[in-house]
């Protein structure tokens, strides 16, 4: 089944402790990007990837690490996660930055 | 810098009422546009896209929008909505340039009375 998974799905955490939200997708799409969704704002981009080893940022990557070393995988970074953080985390793939998107079912990411 | 804006934020409708949740964006060269769905609970899926050709679009379950290039608007439409249409939906522009940045809009949350 094509699908975009995340994990993990919900995460509760201290401030200034390292985590990592894994994304990887199956459809072999080259275009891979993390939103996060805050009541109000909609969804903000966070960093994207074209391809392999090219990444981006979005328009909100202030506290964002991201990588690209394998297609399938795009995993978001947060080095020292602080409150402001507390969100809804969307990873999301597509052929080429021009086509539709696919989403992951997010993660729930509370910071305290 | 783009943007996209969604100006009705909270819609309250009842059963087959018609509907028109509008959206606009501030680029003006070559876009595509989406509107993605979010049900409760659930994550984004895609109700229709506009990449060229015949600015009416068609997507599913329904719902329509109008590519208005003049007025630099994609609005979503469906003629008598359900209960299940509950939602919150969101617009979404891809520039042509040498970003690849997606934008998308704050969003508007449909609740529909039955």
């Known amino acids: 089944e094509a699908q975009v998974t995340q994990n993990p799905r919900y995460l509760i955490t201290v401030t200034g402790k390292k985590l990592t939200v894994t994304c990887s997708q199956n459809m072999n799409h080259e275009y891979m990007s993390w ?6 704002l909609g969804l903000r981009q966070i960093y994207y990837s074209m391809n392999v080893e090219v990444t981006d940022k979005g328009d909100v990557p202030e506290g964002y690490k991201v990588s690209r ?4 995988n795009f995993p978001l970074i947060l080095e020292s996660p602080s409150p402001n953080q507390t969100s809804l985390y969307f990873c999301a793939s597509s052929l080429t930055n021009f086509n ?10 509370t910071v305290l | 810098a783009q943007s ?11 059963e087959a009422a018609s509907l028109e949740l509008g959206c606009n964006y501030s680029y003006g060269g070559t876009v595509n546009l989406f509107w993605y769905v979010q049900y409760p609970g659930q994550h984004l899926q895609l109700l229709l896209k506009y990449f060229s050709g ?9 719902f329509e929008a109008e590519f208005i290039k003049s007025k630099f608007s994609f609005n ?4 008598s909505v359900q209960w299940s249409d509950t939602a919150e939906y969101f617009c979404a ?3 042509y340039s040498s970003a690849s940045k997606i934008i ?6 449909l609740s529909i009375r039955p």
């Open chain 1, 69 to 72: 070393k394998e297609k399938r």
């Open chain 2, 93 to 95: 522009v891809n520039a």
């Open chain 1, 35 to 40: 939103y996060r969704q805050d009541p109000g």
């Open chain 2, 4 to 14: 996209v804006s969604q100006h009705n934020h909270h819609v309250i409708l009842s």
């Open chain 2, 104 to 109: 998308f809009g704050s969003g508007t949350r």
């Open chain 1, 100 to 109: 539709e998107q696919f989403f992951g079912p997010g993660t729930r990411l």
């Open chain 2, 54 to 62: 015949d600015p009416l679009v068609k997507g599913i379950k329904g």
């Open chain 2, 76 to 79: 979503l439409r469906k003629p």
